[in-house]
């Protein structure tokens, strides 16, 4: 079995409209940086079921999180 990579980020938003507008931002920042360690290959968990949808839906929301999923 190969080995892993472990990286971890934080961030402080100003403003958040609500939960789903937080959980669409954790999602970008950890896309960024997957993106940034060069991964191509990982797993993306979340227990928020509107941003789950969303992905399923190709980012497509009428949210006030839909400027972070463009």
Do not use: P
Not at 43 to 48: G, K, L, N, T
Not at 52 to 59: F, L, P, Q, W
């Amino acid at each position: 079995m190969g080995g892993g990579c472990i990286e971890a980020n934080h961030g402080f938003l100003v403003h958040v409209v609500d939960a789903t507008m937080t959980e669409a931002y954790a999602l970008k920042t950890g896309l960024q940086l997957a993106e940034h360690i060069g991964s191509n290959s990982f797993i993306v968990q979340s227990d928020c079921v509107q941003i789950v949808d969303t992905m399923k839906d190709d980012g497509f929301s009428a949210t006030s999180a839909a400027t972070i999923y463009d």
